[in-house]
Every structure is written in structure tokens, then in C-alpha cells.
């Protein structure tokens, strides 16, 4: 039988531990999380850097605990995070010489080195979001995104500023990051909108960048947003219904970015958060096209966690206490394995195992196109117990009381009546490593009519 593709061992590549994960944490949180309209609510509401800045008055986080977001990531079951370390208002979360708006100026605190120390010891990956807009900044030109760009006086405040000046800050405040925090496992920068009133790569000098990374962290993954190729693309707010690919046609790595409620940063009136049952479908189904879910949470003005965040964390994470198997180094399911997922499941593949994940409780079978000859156990993975399993002669008409056969490749696993009692039940298959079912043993396969009066 074939082998997903997903089950190399970690040590082959610097990057596996990334497609291992298949989870992970993003945090916003800044100014705009006093706001608490939105994180782009300066250029939204058209606000000056003065009128916005005042906020930095007021930033007082007494409630960010770096250890409790990093321990609700990991009881998740996530293996890696990214902070935000400075987003598009400019303000910055650690100790940078390069300015003094920032957290440690208006609290005393480097609130990255806090959440880098706080993964490190509950043995997550760190990873840095940082925006390559500044609104803050003097010499950040005005352009199609920025606050001021309905004054009648753009062209001449323009016309003041040093873009330059501007870039050599920005790769600067980049060189900190790499060089100030330790082993840095992920860079998401953000982002290019090239065109006449916009930035592109060449305004940041993307290339520059990447060199820098490269440089000063080798292992570093690194994102597609500085506008030239990275490690990975990054799908923002939609799932790809198919695993991604390049305009060669080539299969390349992905991370789908997604919020629990809509808003990145905190906005207090956003009550439109996504069900645990979501949010656990949206992670499978990603898991089964080939990328990651990198699911963010915004910290109120104080810096602490909203209860429905923490809730719909610990609802994921009590079932990934039981299944991660399915999601943590497992990937699509090979092609050629031929199998056909049944109508309601999502099916991800590691090595010789094949999960089922059941968003729909069939009543007592499921018929799998794809799989006979190739099944050596089967087992509910919530509690491990035996599922049996048949391939019914296509010839068989069926009855009264007996189940028809579907055709020669189908397996029919029958299931319990009542559904289990978890998020997403997952029916975990063993797969024959030579293609054929062994003639004994449990859960063997067999021609036998299924009698539903057994």
C-alpha cells in the first residue's frame, strides 16, 4: 500500500516540525485592543497619529499572561504561536532602540521576550508577526491604506517624508527580532499591496529581508506576504478546498489564518464567534487538503482572554487529548490508495493509518469505496474499541433484514447506534502494508451479508 507522504520522520527537514504541527496560535494584540473596534480602526476612522498615539497613555496590561496563553495553546493542542509583534499602528510589544513607542515604554514590559520565554517552556514554536506598515512613523508615506490619505494636503506632507529613512527602521526593527529572542522558528510579515498608491517588494526591499532572515536564522520558516516567495503561503479568512499549489502545478505548504469571532484584534461588540465544532471541522478539513490552522484570539485592552476563546480551546483540546493522532503528522490521504471519502467524512492519512472523521453519524454502516483488501483493524478513537468490518459480495441483493452489496472495493464498517459522545467521532483504520488484508484476525475482512438483525 502507499504511504502518505506526511509520515517522514521530523529530523529529515529544518521545516517538518511545521507540517507535523498542523496547529497553531496567533495573537493580536496591541493599542487597538484598548479600541476595541478592530485592529485597523486608526485608518478606518481616519485618526491622526497624534489622536491615536494618546492611547499609548493608557496601556496598561495587567491581565496579559504570556504562560496562560501559552499553556491554553498547548492543552489545545497546538504546537506553535505567533504574537503580533508590531502591527500596523506602529506600536511595538518589545524593547527596541529604534523607538520608544512601545510597550516597555508605556508599561515596563517586553511583552514578546514574555510570550518567547512563556513557549519555549511549555515546548511550543515561536513564531513573530510583524507588519511591514508603520502608521506611526514620520517617514511612512501616504499611500492608499494610510489614515491621512483623504487630507487635501497629501502630496505635500508626502513630499517631507524620507521612504528610505523609513525602510532602514523597518529592516532594523526586523534585526532585533532576529537577534534579541532567541531561536526564531517563524517570521509573518505583513504585507505588500503593490500598485500606483500602494508598497511592493521592492519598497521594503523584500529581498533584503529575506537575506536578513536567512542570515541570522537559517531554520526560520518565512511567509509569502513580502511579496516574492517564501516558505509558505498564507490563505487568510477561507479554506482551500483542495491541497494548494504553485502556478507550476507543484504542491506547496500552507497555513490557512483564520479568527474566532472575525475581528484580529479585540472588538468588544463582535459576538459572531465560530462553534468548537467549527473550528475543529475547519482544522480537520485543513488537515486533510495539506496545510495548517493557525487560529488567532485577540486579548481585551487589559490583555486578558475572552471566555469564549478559552472555552472553544479547551473544547478542541479535550478532543485532541483523544485524537490527535489524526491531525498532529498526518496529512491528505495518498492518491494512490484509491479510497473515496463516504458522504459527511473527511479522511487524513499517516502512514499505514486512516482516519475517518465523521461529521455525519451514519445509522449502523459505513460503506468506504476503496478500501477492500486493504484493511487489517479497525477501531473508534475515543476509546479504542473494535469496529468490524465486511466486504458484502456485490451480488448480494439484499432483504428483509439484510444489508445489499455496494461493489467489490467497498468495505462496510458497522458502527454503534449512538454516536459518541466527542466533537467529531473519528473511526481509525489499519491499513494492510501490502495492499491485501491478512486471511485472519481481528476485524478481517470477509464476503460475509451483514444481517442488522444480529
Known sequence: MSRSPEAAPVAEHPHAWFDAARFGLFVHFGLYSIVARHEWSMTWERRSDEDYSRYAEFFEPDRFDARLIARTARQAG?????????HHEGFSLFDSALTDYSSVTACGRDLVREFVEAMRDEGLRVGFYHSLIDWHHPDFTIDELHPLRDRDDVAELNAARDFPRYRAHLHAQVRELLTNYGQVDYMFFDFTYPGDDGKGPQDWDSEGLLAMVRELQPTCLVNDRLGIPGDLVTPEQYQPAEPMRDEHDRPVRWEACHTTNG?????RDNLEFKSPELLLRMLVDTVATGGNLLLNIGPDGRGGLRREDTEALAAIGEWMTLHHGSVQGAGPVDPALGVEAPPGAILTQKGARLFIHLATWPMRHLHVRGLAGKVRFARLLHDGSEVTHTTIDPQERGSHTTVRGIGEDVVTFSLPIRR???????????????????????????????????
Not at 475581528?263 to 472588538?267: N, R
Not at 473519528?426 to 444480529?454: F, M, Y
Request: a negative charge.
Open 420 to 454: 459518541p459522545a466527542v466533537l467529531l467521532p473519528v473511526l481509525e483504520v489499519r491499513l494492510d502494508e501490502n495492499g491485501t488484508a491478512p486471511p485472519t484476525g481481528p476485524g478481517s475482512a470477509d464476503t460475509t451479508a451483514i444481517d442488522i438483525q444480529e
Open 78 to 86: 497546538m504546537r506553535y504561536a505567533v504574537l503580533t509583534t508590531k
Open 263 to 267: 475581528s484580529w484584534g479585540y472588538d
